[in-house]
Antibody
């Protein structure tokens, strides 16, 4: 059974870069698309972006200037970087899987437990 | 783009059926069949309940059913049970390689 685990610092200072990893266990990273989603009280659930099985990133236009995603198949891990963070980026960050059985399926059948990231000095 | 519109709360008694609506536009729900529903209990990650508007993932009870008409998708929970008390979120592909979520609906079992 595939499991996802987010990891990274829980506290980031304003204007710095938020870096998170998602480790996949129990399955191959190469067969699916991998997604970052965040959840805050202010904005609810927000799709951040994906790294698809073809190696192509796709980022929410509202975050495109600050977000990059990548994948390390040797570690079965994919990553998120969000630059120039502000308090508005405080949220629970989830990684998830898009089965990608028909290109991009745009539904997420496996989720990590989430990691809370707080932006504060 | 604005989030999809869901009622803030819906309630029902055990055994009853309830329906949660999710209203979008002709650019998202009305154009694509890529609507999903997620259940989220407090402190937990969302769980996929319905995908492609009407399909069940493996392991999800058929008490949950999805439908779509025009720009509105709906999730119906039949035979409401105490364990169904949670937040429910809809999502839809919105074209241009992006997607939207609804604001969430709190389901209360009376």
């Amino acid at each position: 059974q595939v499991q996802l685990q987010e990891s990274g610092p829980g506290l980031v200072k304003p204007s710095e870069t938020l870096s998170l990893n998602c480790t996949i266990s129990g399955g191959s990273i190469s067969r699916y698309d991998w997604i970052w989603i965040r959840q805050s009280a202010e904005k609810g659930l927000e799709w951040i972006g994906r790294f698809d099985k073809s190696g192509v990133p796709n980022i929410n236009p509202s975050l495109r200037s600050r977000v990059s995603v990548s994948m390390d198949t040797s570690k079965n891990e994919f990553s998120l970087k969000l630059t120039y963070v502000t308090a508005a980026d405080t949220a629970i960050y989830y990684c998830a899987r898009d089965p990608g059985s028909h290109g991009h399926d745009w539904y997420f059948d496996v989720w990590g437990r989430g990691t809370l990231v707080t932006v504060s000095s | 783009q604005s989030a999809l519109t869901q009622p803030a709360s819906v309630s029902g008694s055990p055994g009853q059926s309830i329906t949660i609506s999710c209203t979008g536009t002709s650019s998202n729900i009305g154009f694509y069949n890529l609507v999903s529903w997620y259940q989220q209990h407090p402190g937990k990650a969302p769980k996929l309940m319905i995908y492609e508007a009407t399909k069940w993932p493996s392991g999800v009870s058929n008490r949950f059913s999805g439908s779509k008409s025009g720009n509105t998708a709906s999730l119906t929970i039949s035979g409401l049970q105490a364990e169904d008390e949670a937040h429910y979120y809809c999502s839809s592909y919105a074209g241009g390689g992006t997607m939207l979520f609804g604001g969430g609906t709190k389901v209360t079992v009376l």
